[in-house]
Nanobody, 126 residues
Framework: QVQLVESGGGLVQPGGSLRLACAAS????????IGWFRQAPGKEREGVSC????????NDADSVKGRFVISRDTAKNTVYLQMNSLKPEDTAVYYC???????????????????WGQGTQVTVSS
């Protein structure tokens, strides 16, 4: 049974930082690409960052380049999203998704992902 569990969300002031974690069970990161997505109220879900099954290919949305960093710990089967210089417009529910992809990179289209976590709320406000 595949399970993705996000954690690390919370309330932070503009300019602050948070680190989200996506703990995976039932799959191996060696075979799955992992993506971070977010959905703000009244908006569609959008791709934020993803990392390939090799860990060598990363794609970031333009809106987070230079501020967010995705990484993974294969020993813990966990993918992280370090979010720095947070802005109010980063406020959203953040989800991680997984897709079986042994070769190739990763994409920021949510319809490519097969498994999803329950999400974690990130609120950036003073």
């Amino acid at each position: 049974q595949v399970q993705l569990v996000e954690s690390g969300g919370g309330l932070v002031q503009p300019g602050g930082s948070l680190r989200l974690a996506c703990a995976a069970s039932g799959i191996s990161l060696d075979y799955y690409a992992i993506g971070w997505f977010r959905q703000a109220p009244g908006k569609e879900r959008e791709g934020v960052s993803c990392i390939s099954s090799t860990g060598r290919i990363i794609n970031d949305a333009d809106s987070v380049k230079g501020r967010f960093v995705i990484s993974r710990d294969t020993a813990k089967n966990t993918v992280y999203l370090q979010m720095n210089s947070l802005k109010p417009e980063d406020t959203a529910v953040y989800y991680c998704g997984a897709v079986l992809k042994i070769l190739g990179g990763c994409q920021l289209q949510d319809n490519e992902y097969s498994y999803w976590g329950q999400g974690t709320q990130v609120t950036v406000s003073s």
